[in-house]
């Protein structure tokens, strides 16, 4: 399925995962739709695609706001959804507070966002939510992350059928390359990342580009629904 001319919204587009998303999908000749609560970061995004993309400012946590959203952006093919925060901490540790925080961010968010959209998705259209891989292999300290994540692969199972016949897909990753860790000291974050990798099949850890692909591949593969497309290396299997 050709990409060419589509519209593409991709909430959370202007860093990491994201960013690496909006260029995928616009070197597939997507029209592509960015939206992220900082003015600042879209911007940047903006310089860094040297394309040209549609931005908007997002707060994807507030209803009356992703509504407002999709009345302005209308009609659009695909909708991928990178964004929202989790909450690390040992169970009884973390304050509960915390946790709904990240409920709020990452799993309402996303279920927010989707609900909005569904009265502008063509009908052969899809929506990709993110989820991780704490969902199925959570560390010490990962439990809370662990649920939102399946709390969201749940929600993608039951509105597969639901929204049928748009698609709808989670895409899992692993430990990614990206900004979230640029608060590292650089020598604590590549020894974290070279440690880990060499754990791994693969050898490395992922970069941005390598998860960009799957949300590129569900867009695009009109007979993969209710899926949970799990890019992490190979880290479920050692």
């Excluded at 900082?38 to 995004?45: F, I, N, Q, T, V």
């Excluded at 059928?161 to 990206?178: E, Q």
């Amino acid at each position: 399925m050709s990409l060419k001319g589509k519209r593409v919204v991709v909430v959370g587009g202007t860093s990491g995962i994201g960013l690496a998303t909006a260029k995928a999908f616009l070197d597939e000749s997507a029209q592509v739709v960015i939206a992220s609560r900082s003015a600042s970061k879209l911007s940047d995004a903006q310089r860094t695609l040297q394309s040209h993309v549609e931005t908007h400012e997002l707060d994807f946590r507030n209803m009356d706001k992703v509504d407002d959203f999709f009345r302005k952006i209308g009609k659009l093919d695909h909708l991928v959804i990178t964004a929202g925060d989790g909450a690390m901490g040992v169970f009884n540790d973390l304050p509960v507070e915390n946790a709904r925080e990240a409920f709020d961010s990452k799993f309402w968010g996303q279920y927010i966002t989707a609900r909005a959209a569904i009265p502008y998705l063509i009908t052969d259209g899809s929506i990709t939510f993110t989820s991780g891989v704490y969902g199925r292999r959570p560390p010490k300290g990962a439990s809370t992350l662990a649920a939102i994540n399946s709390a969201i692969e749940g929600l993608v199972r039951g509105l597969a059928v639901d929204l049928a016949p748009i698609r709808v897909n989670v895409v899992s990753p692993g430990l990614v390359d990206t900004p979230i860790y640029a608060g590292m000291p650089a020598g604590q974050r590549e020894a974290m990342f070279s440690g880990i990798g060499q754990q791994l099949p693969v050898g490395r850890i992922a970069q941005p580009e390598d998860i960009a692909e799957s949300y590129v591949y569900l867009a695009k593969n009109g007979f993969t629904s209710g899926s949970v497309v799990l890019i992490d290396g190979g880290a479920h299997l050692v």
